[in-house]
């Protein structure tokens, strides 16, 4: 789901405010970030897996906190400050998701869902930082 289905998917069918876009956003971070702690707590304990596993967990819930952080912004600035480290970890949690894919520590099939989440998560904080910026 991205950013404009996000934005159009409130209950009433109108388009969502700001906070609640803000208070969906955060939720879906969140919830990344503890499917990245499910799929951590699964990996093989050989040194690879968890040396790339640890730099997983650190970016994906990174995600979150960023994004939470921004929200409680003091500043314009700081929120897109914010926003833009959010968006940097996410696409590091792609890269993550996409060396244990490629080192054959886990299958495709079962990183499928997290990479596109990861992808989704970047492409929407890219839109809501360029917004930022225009601000």
Same mark, same amino acid.
Not at 10 to 27: I, V, W
Not at 73 to 85: C, M, N, T
């Given at each position: 789901m991205?950013v404009?289905?996000?934005? %159009?998917s %409130? +209950?009433?069918?109108?388009r969502?405010?700001?906070y /609640?876009?803000?208070e969906?956003?955060k939720?879906?971070?969140?919830?990344?970030?503890?499917r990245?702690i499910?799929?951590?707590?699964a990996? &093989?304990?050989?040194?690879? !897996?968890?040396?790339?596993?640890?730099q997983?967990? #650190? *970016?994906?819930?990174?995600? *979150?906190?960023n994004y939470?952080?921004?929200?409680?912004g003091?500043?314009k600035?700081e929120f !897109?400050?914010k926003v833009?480290?959010?968006?940097? /970890? *996410?696409d590091e949690?792609?890269f993550w998701?996409e +060396? @244990?894919e490629e080192s054959?520590?886990i299958? &495709?099939?079962? @990183?499928? !869902?997290?990479?596109?989440e990861?992808?989704?998560?970047? *492409?929407?904080?890219t839109?809501? #930082? #360029?917004? !930022?910026?225009?601000?």
């Amino acid at each position: 789901m991205g950013v404009r289905e996000l934005k %159009n998917s %409130n +209950m009433s069918g109108g388009r969502l405010s700001n906070y /609640e876009f803000g208070e969906q956003f955060k939720t879906r971070t969140k919830s990344y970030g503890l499917r990245v702690i499910k799929l951590f707590q699964a990996l &093989p304990k050989d040194a690879e !897996a968890q040396v790339l596993g640890k730099q997983l967990l #650190r *970016a994906a819930t990174s995600v *979150a906190a960023n994004y939470r952080a921004a929200c409680r912004g003091r500043s314009k600035a700081e929120f !897109a400050a914010k926003v833009g480290i959010a968006l940097e /970890e *996410a696409d590091e949690s792609l890269f993550w998701l996409e +060396m @244990l894919e490629e080192s054959g520590i886990i299958k &495709p099939i079962l @990183l499928a !869902a997290l990479k596109q989440e990861a992808d989704e998560l970047t *492409a929407i904080l890219t839109i809501v #930082r #360029r917004n !930022a910026a225009k601000k």
